[in-house]
Nanobody, 125 residues
Framework: QVQLVESGGGLVQPGGSLRLSCAASGRTFSSNAMAWFRQAPGQEREFVAAITISWYGGATYSNSVQGRFTISRDNAKNTMYLQMNNLKPEDTAVYYC?????????????????WGQGTQVTVSS
């Protein structure tokens, strides 16, 4: 059984930083795309960032987080990360990690086969 477990969310002041982790079990994702999405109350799930093997592009970000967030992964630990810097109140949401059965990075949630339960990130003073 494949499981993705997010951690690292919390309350942070504007301008602060957080690092989210997504630990995978049940299969390896080293050759597959993984991504972070987020969902604020009353809104649709939104693409944040994705990562895959360099042959398929490496990493990509939404315009709203480009330059502030960095996605990475440790294949030896089967874990993906999202380093979030210069956080803004509009970054407040539940953050989800997602895993794909293939290497192509996608921005639509329906393209991903595996999902974590989410971790809350709140940016507020």
């Amino acid at each position: 059984q494949v499981q993705l477990v997010e951690s690292g969310g919390g309350l942070v002041q504007p301008g602060g930083s957080l690092r989210l982790s997504c630990a995978a079990s049940g299969r390896t994702f080293s050759s597959n795309a993984m991504a972070w999405f987020r969902q604020a109350p009353g809104q649709e799930r939104e693409f944040v960032a994705a990562i895959t093997i360099s042959w398929y592009g490496g990493a990509t970000y939404s315009n709203s987080v480009q330059g502030r967030f960095t996605i990475s992964r440790d294949n030896a630990k089967n874990t993906m990360y999202l380093q979030m810097n210069n956080l803004k109140p509009e970054d407040t949401a539940v953050y989800y990690c997602a895993g794909s059965s293939g290497p192509r990075m996608e921005t639509l949630p329906r393209r991903y086969d595996y999902w974590g339960q989410g971790t809350q990130v709140t940016v507020s003073s």
